[in-house]
C-alpha cells in the first residue's frame, strides 16, 4: 500500500510526519511522492492558529476532489484537538489521528480499512522513532528535545492539544543526533514549545545537552530554536561560548513588550526585563542572531500598548521577526477577554511591524557584504546564460538564517569551474564572498569547498 504525506504546521508538526512516515515504511507501506499513486494520502495539519485551521481544513477539500479514491487520513495538532467533530462533519474524511503515541499509526491503519474512525490520546511522553526520511532539503534536520507546553500563555492553545511540558531522555537525543551526523546531517535545529525547560524532570538542562552535543565528534553545527524570555538562563549564555558548533542564534518569541498586555498574555516579563535579555545577548556573544515573534491585536491592547511594542521592536533590533494578528481560540483564557481588537486594526498593527522588521534586517544584513561566509547548499536552480559565460545559480543558508523562516544566500558559480561544479551539490557546505544585500537575502559568489559529502549517506530527503 502506498501513501503519501501532505505536511502543514510548524517543524514539531513536521518532525511528526517524519515519524508516521517512519513507523508505516516499517511495516511494509511504501512512501510516494506523486499523490495520484497513494492508495492513502495523509494531511498532517496544524491547529495553531484559524488561518492554519482554514489551510489544513481547505487542503483536504482539495485533495478529496482532485484524488477521489484515495482514503484521506487527518493527522496533526487539528485532528488532536477537534477529532470527533470531524470525523462526524467531514465525509472526505476516512479517518482522524492525533498527535499522541504516533507508534499505533499502523494498528490504526488496521480500523480504517473497516471503518471510519477517530483516535486521540493522552499527551505522555516524547514519542521518538526511526526517521528513515526527512522533509528537509538535504544537510538539516529538526531534533524534538520537549514535548507540549506548561507554560500557559493565555492566546495559546498548544497546552490543550500537546499537554504539559515533558523532555525526551537525553541519552537518546545525543543517540539520534550521532545517527544523524552519521547519515551526512550538517545542521542540527532543536525544538520544541520551551527548550529552556528541557530536562527538569531529569535534574539536568538545556545547558547540559547543548554541552554534551558540542562533544559529538564531527563537523556540524547545533541550533537552539524557541526559547521562552521568562525562562531563559545564563548557563545557555555559556554553553554557547565554548563551542563553535553551537550556535548564537536565538528565536525567543516577545510576543507583546507592554507591561500589561504581558501580563494579560500570562507572562511575568516587562519591557524592562526583555530589553535586558537582549543587551547581554549581544553583550556576552558579540554577533550573536536574534528572532523573535509578535503577536498583535490581543484583547485590550490600546494604541499606546502597541506603540510600546513598535518602539521594542526597534530599541532590540532584532534580525528577523514574525507579526501576526491574533487568532481567538476557544477554551484558552484570552477567548472571552474584552475589549476585542478590531482584526482590521490588528492586521495594520502586524504590517506596520512587518514594514519596521523589513528596515531593520536590511541594515544588519549589509554587515556580512563583503564577508566570507559558510554557507550549507539546500538546492541548485538551473544555469543560466550570462552576458558573458554560463552562470550556475544556487540556492543556500547561512548560519544566522534558520530553514524556513528567515532568508536565503544566492550562491553564483561558473558552470565551467570544475571545482565550482563538483562542490555546490545539495548538502554540501561551501565558502562564498557575500556581494550585495537585497534586504531577505544575500548575493554571493562561490570561492571553495568547506565539505565533503559521503557518498554512501543513505539518508533520504524530501523538499
Same mark, same amino acid.
Given at each position: 500500500?502506498?501513501?503519501?504525506?501532505?505536511?502543514?504546521?510548524?517543524?514539531?508538526?513536521?518532525?511528526?510526519?517524519?515519524?508516521?512516515?517512519?513507523?508505516?515504511?516499517?511495516?511494509?507501506?511504501?512512501?510516494?511522492?506523486?499523490?495520484?499513486?497513494?492508495?492513502?494520502?495523509?494531511?498532517?495539519?496544524?491547529?495553531?492558529?484559524?488561518?492554519?485551521?482554514?489551510?489544513?481544513?481547505?487542503?483536504?477539500?482539495?485533495?478529496?476532489?482532485?484524488?477521489?479514491?484515495?482514503?484521506?487520513?487527518?493527522?496533526?495538532?487539528?485532528?488532536?484537538?477537534?477529532?470527533?467533530?470531524?470525523?462526524?462533519?467531514?465525509?472526505?474524511?476516512?479517518?482522524?489521528?492525533?498527535?499522541?503515541?504516533?507508534?499505533?499509526?499502523?494498528?490504526?491503519?488496521?480500523?480504517?480499512?473497516?471503518?471510519?474512525?477517530?483516535?486521540?490520546?493522552?499527551?505522555?511522553?516524547?514519542?521518538?522513532?526511526?526517521?528513515?526520511?526527512?522533509?528537509?532539503?538535504?544537510?538539516?534536520?529538526?531534533?524534538?528535545?520537549?514535548?507540549?507546553?506548561?507554560?500557559?500563555?493565555?492566546?495559546?492553545?498548544?497546552?490543550?492539544?500537546?499537554?504539559?511540558?515533558?523532555?525526551?531522555?537525553?541519552?537518546?537525543?545525543?543517540?539520534?543526533?550521532?545517527?544523524?551526523?552519521?547519515?551526512?546531517?550538517?545542521?542540527?535545529?532543536?525544538?520544541?514549545?520551551?527548550?529552556?525547560?528541557?530536562?527538569?524532570?531529569?535534574?539536568?538542562?538545556?545547558?547540559?545537552?547543548?554541552?554534551?552535543?558540542?562533544?559529538?565528534?564531527?563537523?556540524?553545527?547545533?541550533?537552539?530554536?524557541?526559547?521562552?524570555?521568562?525562562?531563559?538562563?545564563?548557563?545557555?549564555?555559556?554553553?554557547?561560548?565554548?563551542?563553535?558548533?553551537?550556535?548564537?542564534?536565538?528565536?525567543?518569541?516577545?510576543?507583546?513588550?507592554?507591561?500589561?498586555?504581558?501580563? !494579560?498574555?500570562?507572562?511575568? =516579563? &516587562?519591557?524592562?526585563?526583555?530589553?535586558? *535579555?537582549?543587551? @547581554?545577548?549581544?553583550? /556576552?556573544?558579540?554577533?550573536?542572531?536574534?528572532?523573535?515573534?509578535?503577536?498583535?491585536?490581543?484583547?485590550?491592547?490600546?494604541?499606546?500598548?502597541?506603540?510600546?511594542?513598535?518602539?521594542?521592536?526597534?530599541?532590540?533590533?532584532?534580525?528577523?521577526?514574525?507579526?501576526?494578528?491574533?487568532?481567538?481560540?476557544?477554551?484558552?483564557?484570552?477567548?472571552?477577554?474584552?475589549?476585542?481588537?478590531?482584526?482590521?486594526?490588528?492586521?495594520?498593527?502586524?504590517?506596520?511591524?512587518?514594514?519596521?522588521?523589513?528596515?531593520?534586517?536590511?541594515?544588519?544584513?549589509?554587515?556580512?557584504?563583503?564577508?566570507?561566509?559558510?554557507?550549507?547548499?539546500?538546492?541548485?536552480?538551473?544555469?543560466?546564460?550570462?552576458?558573458?559565460?554560463?552562470?550556475?545559480?544556487?540556492?543556500?543558508?547561512?548560519?544566522?538564517? !534558520?530553514?524556513?523562516?528567515? =532568508? &536565503?544566500?544566492?550562491?553564483?558559480?561558473? *558552470?565551467?569551474? @570544475?571545482?565550482?561544479? /563538483?562542490?555546490?551539490?545539495?548538502?554540501?557546505?561551501?565558502?562564498?564572498?557575500?556581494?550585495?544585500?537585497?534586504?531577505?537575502?544575500?548575493?554571493?559568489?562561490?570561492?571553495?569547498?568547506?565539505?565533503?559529502?559521503?557518498?554512501?549517506?543513505?539518508?533520504?530527503?524530501?523538499?
Amino acid at each position: 500500500m502506498k501513501f503519501f504525506i501532505d505536511q502543514h504546521g510548524c517543524a514539531k508538526n513536521q518532525t511528526d510526519g517524519e515519524l508516521l512516515a517512519g513507523f508505516l515504511m516499517e511495516k511494509g507501506y511504501k512512501l510516494t511522492l506523486n499523490a495520484s499513486e497513494a492508495d492513502f494520502i495523509f494531511v498532517n495539519t496544524c491547529g495553531f492558529i484559524q488561518s492554519a485551521k482554514k489551510e489544513s481544513i481547505d487542503a483536504i477539500y482539495d485533495i478529496k476532489k482532485a484524488y477521489p479514491d484515495a482514503r484521506i487520513i487527518m493527522t496533526g495538532c487539528l485532528a488532536e484537538r477537534y477529532a470527533n467533530d470531524l470525523i462526524e462533519q467531514m465525509p472526505e474524511l476516512d479517518g482522524v489521528f492525533g498527535n499522541g503515541d504516533l507508534s499505533k499509526i499502523c494498528s490504526f491503519m488496521n480500523k480504517v480499512r473497516k471503518e471510519r474512525v477517530a483516535q486521540t490520546f493522552s499527551q505522555e511522553g516524547v514519542c521518538s522513532g526511526t526517521r528513515p526520511v526527512l522533509f528537509n532539503f538535504p544537510g538539516s534536520a529538526f531534533v524534538k528535545i520537549t514535548e507540549g507546553c506548561s507554560n500557559h500563555c493565555s492566546f495559546c492553545a498548544i497546552p490543550l492539544i500537546r499537554g504539559e511540558v515533558r523532555s525526551r531522555p537525553e541519552a537518546e537525543i545525543l543517540d539520534e543526533v550521532k545517527q544523524l551526523i552519521s547519515d551526512g546531517v550538517y545542521e542540527i535545529n532543536l525544538i520544541g514549545q520551551d527548550l529552556a525547560v528541557y530536562g527538569k524532570e531529569f535534574g539536568t538542562s538545556l545547558a547540559k545537552l547543548l554541552t554534551k552535543l558540542s562533544k559529538i565528534k564531527g563537523d556540524f553545527i547545533v541550533r537552539p530554536l524557541y526559547i521562552h524570555p521568562d525562562h531563559f538562563t545564563d548557563d545557555i549564555i555559556e554553553a554557547i561560548k565554548t563551542s563553535p558548533k553551537l550556535l548564537p542564534y536565538f528565536d525567543i518569541p516577545f510576543q507583546s513588550a507592554d507591561d500589561k498586555i504581558i501580563r !494579560a498574555m500570562n507572562r511575568t =516579563g &516587562s519591557y524592562e526585563q526583555y530589553t535586558s *535579555l537582549v543587551k @547581554k545577548l549581544r553583550r /556576552e556573544l558579540p554577533g550573536a542572531v536574534l528572532r523573535t515573534t509578535f503577536l498583535t491585536g490581543f484583547p485590550g491592547e490600546t494604541d499606546e500598548a502597541a506603540e510600546n511594542t513598535a518602539r521594542f521592536l526597534q530599541e532590540i533590533q532584532p534580525d528577523w521577526s514574525g507579526c501576526f494578528p491574533y487568532s481567538r481560540e476557544e477554551d484558552t483564557p484570552a477567548y472571552k477577554m474584552k475589549p476585542r481588537v478590531p482584526a482590521k486594526i490588528a492586521k495594520a498593527r502586524a504590517n506596520h511591524l512587518e514594514e519596521l522588521q523589513a528596515e531593520i534586517t536590511r541594515e544588519r544584513l549589509e554587515h556580512y557584504v563583503g564577508q566570507e561566509l559558510n554557507i550549507l547548499v539546500e538546492e541548485i536552480v538551473s544555469g543560466v546564460e550570462g552576458d558573458a559565460a554560463a552562470e550556475g545559480l544556487a540556492i543556500g543558508r547561512a548560519w544566522f538564517q !534558520a530553514p524556513e523562516v528567515d =532568508g &536565503s544566500v544566492v550562491i553564483r558559480y561558473d *558552470l565551467d569551474d @570544475k571545482k565550482a561544479v /563538483e562542490s555546490i551539490i545539495p548538502g554540501g557546505v561551501v565558502t562564498v564572498k557575500v556581494l550585495a544585500n537585497t534586504g531577505v537575502d544575500l548575493d554571493s559568489r562561490f570561492i571553495k569547498n568547506s565539505r565533503k559529502i559521503d557518498k554512501k549517506n543513505e539518508r533520504k530527503f524530501i523538499f
